[in-house]
């Protein structure tokens, strides 16, 4: 895929999380590694109306280089590429569910959502921590994005909301709405007791979709 092409699939990606209330205002951004840097989306965009053209361009020390100035979470996504260099693309939203999870304060911080479907195990993988509470655009998050990025390829930051990573962008577009639907479940079934799989199952994902 061509730098074009990827400018216009993040678009389109972004407006149908934007149409499906993934996303409301100017909240979340997404970025994608190309060979030679990233896009970020510009700061204060909604995800709904992006223009290709106007996608922020940073060079592979993530300076910005071009088009519309970048998010203010660009350190947050530096967080996951370095953490993690098969990391294609990050996405950070303020999805309900999942900013629900990551506001309750009773939760497991290394854990919260229980694995209960194939999916996000497959998506996600076994852990998603909650990073402690940091403001929106404060560079101090990125150590502590960092470490939880180290060993999970998703996380809720505290009181703010989830951000993933992926192979690609579809991919890390699949796991975000996957933490959304997990959250929610979690949510619908917090007054349950509703079977978890099993760690024979959950090895089993693992070794069938890695
Ligand atoms: P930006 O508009 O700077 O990308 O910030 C939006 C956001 O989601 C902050 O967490």
Known sequence: M???DTRRLLVDL???LFARG?????????SVRLADGYLITPTNSSLGRLDPARLARLDAGFAHVGGDRPSKEVFMHRAFYTARPE????VHLHSTMATAVACLPEVAPDNPIPPLTPYFVMRI?????????FRPGDPAMEPAIAAAARDARAALLANHGPVVCGASLTDAVYA???VEEAAKLFLLLRSASPRRLTEAQIEA???AFG
Not at 125 to 130: D, I, K, S, Y
């Open 87 to 90: 990391a294609r693309a990050v």
């Open 2 to 4: 061509d730098e074009d």
């Open 14 to 16: 972004a407006a149908s």
């Open 176 to 178: 975000a709405e996957e």
């Open 125 to 133: 993988g076994r852990r998603m921590p909650v990073v402690p509470y």
């Open 205 to 207: 994902l693992l070794v």
């Open 22 to 30: 993934f996303s409301v205002g100017s909240a979340g951004n997404i």
